[in-house]
C-alpha cells in the first residue's frame, strides 16, 4: 500500500466524531498538567470521553508547546497531547488566578483535576487538597511528580530521564560492553501516565460506590512508576540475590534477538517456548540441535546464548528480510521484521486494525496520530480534535462555567490573569 494512504485517507465531511455515550461521558477533568505525564494522564481520560479543560499560562502555555519538533510553526508534541482538550488560560501565581481556578472547579463540577508541578506549589497558592476538597467533597486529585509527594527526594527538580536512570532501567538497557542506555522517547512519563490513569479511574470507581461520596489524593511518581514495571528483578534480587546486568536483546529465554538479514535489514526472533524453538530448529534443518544438551532445552540454550545466536545469525543472514520473514510464518516461528515509523504507517496490520487516525486540525491541516488505546468493543476511544491553539476556549468556557460577562473576561486579560 503506498504511502500516500494516509496523505489522501481524510474525508473532512464525513468527519464527525460523537464523544458522548463514552465510558467516561459526563466526567469533567481539569488538566494543570505541565509536559509529558501529567498531561498524557489527562489525554488517556480524554479520549474516553471525559471533558478535559486544559490550563495554561497565559505566557508561552504549557512548557510542552516549546518541546520537540515543530510544524508550521505547531508544537507537535502539544497537537498530539493536547488532544480531545479545552485550553484556557489561568495564570495561577495570582491571587485572582487561583480564585478562578477554585470557582471553575465548583461551577464545572469537576470529578478530577491533574497537576505536575513541584511538591507544595499548590499548598503554596493555597489550592491544598484539603482546600479543594472543601470546594468539592468528591474532587479526585491526581498529583504528578518526580519522586512523590513526601519523601527526602520530593523537592527535588525531577523529569522522565532521572526516573529512568534510577529505576534501574538504564542499568540493565544496552549492549554487555556499553554503557547504561537512556530511551529515546519520554518512556518514564507515558508510563506515569498509565498508572496515573489506573489511579484515577480506581478512585473514581471507589468514589462513586461509597456512601461519603468522598475524593481522595492520587500519588503518581516517575519513579516508582518505572520501577514497578521493572519488579520481577526485585523479586529475583531478594530471593536469588542477582543484581541483573546489560546483556543487550537477551532475557531469560533462548533464543531472543535480532538477526541481520542478507539485504541488511533486521528481524527479532522470539523463542519464548520449547515448540517454537524446535519449529525453528526443524525450518533451518538443524533437528540435530533437540538431541545436543547445550540446546535441548531454555535453560541449556540460555547458557550457550553466545553459541545459539551464531548459529541462527548465520542461517538467517542467508536470506533477505522479506524471505526470511515468509518462511518462518510459514513455519509457526515467532518472528518480527524491525520496523520503523514508515514502515509502520502502511503495515496491513496497523490499517486493517485502525490503530493509526488522521485527524483535522486548522493550523496543520491534518495530523496523523495513534488510536486511543486499548480498544473497547462497544465504546472505544475516541479523537474528536488535536491539541488546540494556546487559550482557544478561554472566552467559551469562562461564559459556559463561569457566567463571566465580556466585559469581565477583557479586564481579567488586560490584568494578565488570563
Given at each position: 500500500?503506498?504511502?500516500?494512504?494516509?496523505?489522501?485517507?481524510?474525508?473532512?465531511?464525513?468527519?464527525?466524531?460523537?464523544?458522548?455515550?463514552?465510558?467516561?461521558?459526563?466526567?469533567?477533568?481539569?488538566?494543570?498538567?505541565?509536559?509529558?505525564a501529567g498531561p498524557t494522564l489527562a489525554m488517556i481520560l480524554g479520549d474516553f470521553g471525559?471533558?478535559?479543560?486544559?490550563?495554561?499560562?497565559?505566557?508561552?502555555?504549557?512548557?510542552?508547546?516549546?518541546?520537540?519538533?515543530?510544524?508550521?510553526?505547531?508544537?507537535?508534541?502539544?497537537?498530539?497531547?493536547?488532544?480531545?482538550?479545552?485550553?484556557?488560560?489561568?495564570?495561577?501565581?495570582?491571587?485572582?488566578?487561583?480564585?478562578?481556578?477554585?470557582?471553575?472547579?465548583?461551577?464545572?463540577?469537576?470529578?478530577?483535576?491533574?497537576?505536575?508541578?513541584?511538591?507544595?506549589?499548590?499548598?503554596?497558592?493555597?489550592?491544598?487538597?484539603?482546600?479543594?476538597?472543601?470546594?468539592?467533597?468528591?474532587?479526585?486529585?491526581?498529583?504528578?511528580?518526580?519522586?512523590?509527594?513526601?519523601?527526602?527526594?520530593?523537592?527535588?527538580?525531577?523529569?522522565?530521564?532521572?526516573?529512568?536512570?534510577?529505576?534501574?532501567?538504564?542499568?540493565?538497557?544496552?549492549?554487555?560492553?556499553?554503557?547504561?542506555?537512556?530511551?529515546?522517547?519520554?518512556?518514564?512519563?507515558?508510563?506515569?501516565?498509565?498508572?496515573?490513569?489506573?489511579?484515577?479511574?480506581?478512585?473514581?470507581?471507589?468514589?462513586?460506590?461509597?456512601?461519603?461520596?468522598?475524593?481522595?489524593?492520587?500519588?503518581?511518581?516517575?519513579?516508582?512508576?518505572?520501577?514497578?514495571?521493572?519488579?520481577?528483578?526485585?523479586?529475583?534480587?531478594?530471593?536469588?540475590?542477582?543484581?541483573?546486568?546489560?546483556?543487550g536483546n537477551r532475557t531469560a529465554s533462548a533464543p531472543r534477538n535480532t538477526y541481520k538479514?542478507?539485504?541488511?535489514?533486521?528481524?527479532?526472533?522470539?523463542?519464548?517456548?520449547?515448540?517454537?524453538?524446535?519449529?525453528?530448529?526443524?525450518?533451518?534443518?538443524?533437528?540435530?540441535?533437540?538431541?545436543?544438551?547445550?540446546?535441548?532445552?531454555?535453560?541449556?540454550?540460555?547458557?550457550?546464548?553466545e553459541e545459539m545466536d551464531l548459529l541462527v545469525g548465520n542461517w538467517v543472514s542467508s536470506?533477505?528480510?522479506?524471505?526470511?520473514?515468509?518462511?518462518?510464518?510459514?513455519?509457526?516461528?515467532?518472528?518480527?521484521?524491525?520496523?520503523?515509523?514508515?514502515?509502520?504507517?502502511?503495515?496491513?496490520?496497523?490499517?486493517?486494525?485502525?490503530?493509526?487516525?488522521?485527524?483535522?486540525?486548522?493550523?496543520?491541516?491534518?495530523?496523523?496520530?495513534?488510536?486511543?488505546?486499548?480498544?473497547?468493543?462497544?465504546?472505544?476511544?475516541?479523537?474528536?480534535?488535536?491539541?488546540?491553539?494556546?487559550?482557544?476556549?478561554?472566552?467559551?468556557?469562562?461564559?459556559?462555567?463561569?457566567?463571566?460577562?465580556?466585559?469581565?473576561?477583557?479586564?481579567?486579560?488586560?490584568?494578565?490573569?488570563?
Amino acid at each position: 500500500m503506498p504511502k500516500e494512504f494516509w496523505q489522501n485517507s481524510l474525508n473532512w465531511e464525513a468527519f464527525r466524531i460523537n464523544m458522548s455515550n463514552l465510558p467516561l461521558d459526563g466526567i469533567v477533568v481539569i488538566d494543570c498538567g505541565q509536559v509529558i505525564a501529567g498531561p498524557t494522564l489527562a489525554m488517556i481520560l480524554g479520549d474516553f470521553g471525559a471533558t478535559v479543560l486544559k490550563i495554561e499560562n497565559p505566557i508561552g502555555g504549557d512548557q510542552v508547546r516549546a518541546f520537540g519538533k515543530i510544524a508550521n510553526g505547531e508544537s507537535l508534541h502539544s497537537k498530539l497531547i493536547s488532544r480531545n482538550k479545552k485550553s484556557i488560560t489561568i495564570n495561577l501565581r495570582e491571587v485572582q488566578g487561583q480564585e478562578l481556578l477554585k470557582r471553575l472547579i465548583i461551577e464545572s463540577k469537576a470529578d478530577v483535576l491533574i497537576e505536575s508541578f513541584r511538591p507544595g506549589t499548590l499548598e503554596k497558592w493555597n489550592l491544598s487538597f484539603d482546600d479543594l476538597k472543601s470546594l468539592s467533597p468528591g474532587l479526585i486529585l491526581a498529583r504528578v511528580s518526580g519522586f512523590g509527594q513526601d519523601g527526602p527526594y520530593k523537592n527535588r527538580p525531577g523529569f522522565g530521564t532521572l526516573a529512568e536512570a534510577m529505576s534501574g532501567f538504564a542499568d540493565v538497557t544496552g549492549e554487555a560492553d556499553g554503557p547504561p542506555t537512556l530511551p529515546p522517547f519520554a518512556l518514564a512519563d507515558n508510563v506515569a501516565a498509565l498508572y496515573g490513569a489506573i489511579g484515577v479511574l480506581a478512585a473514581l470507581r471507589e468514589r462513586d460506590t461509597s456512601e461519603n461520596f468522598e475524593g481522595q489524593v492520587v500519588d503518581i511518581s516517575l519513579l516508582e512508576s518505572l520501577t514497578a514495571i521493572l519488579g520481577i528483578y526485585f523479586v529475583e534480587y531478594d530471593q536469588l540475590g542477582i543484581i541483573p546486568k546489560r546483556q543487550g536483546n537477551r532475557t531469560a529465554s533462548a533464543p531472543r534477538n535480532t538477526y541481520k538479514t542478507k539485504d541488511g535489514k533486521w528481524i527479532a526472533i522470539a523463542g519464548s517456548t520449547q515448540s517454537i524453538t524446535e519449529r525453528l530448529f526443524n525450518v533451518m534443518g538443524r533437528k540435530d540441535l533437540l538431541e545436543n544438551t547445550k540446546f535441548a532445552t531454555n535453560r541449556e540454550r540460555v547458557k550457550n546464548v553466545e553459541e545459539m545466536d551464531l548459529l541462527v545469525g548465520n542461517w538467517v543472514s542467508s536470506y533477505n528480510q522479506e524471505e526470511i520473514v515468509k518462511i518462518l510464518i510459514s513455519s509457526e516461528v515467532a518472528v518480527g521484521p524491525i520496523m520503523n515509523v514508515e514502515d509502520l504507517i502502511i503495515d496491513p496490520q496497523i490499517i486493517f486494525r485502525k490503530s493509526l487516525n488522521k485527524i483535522p486540525d486548522i493550523e496543520l491541516k491534518s495530523i496523523l496520530m495513534p488510536n486511543p488505546q486499548p480498544k473497547l468493543s462497544r465504546t472505544p476511544g475516541k479523537i474528536s480534535q488535536a491539541g488546540p491553539r494556546l487559550g482557544q476556549h478561554t472566552d467559551e468556557v469562562l461564559i459556559q462555567y463561569l457566567k463571566l460577562s465580556n466585559s469581565e473576561i477583557e479586564e481579567l486579560r488586560r490584568d494578565s490573569i488570563i
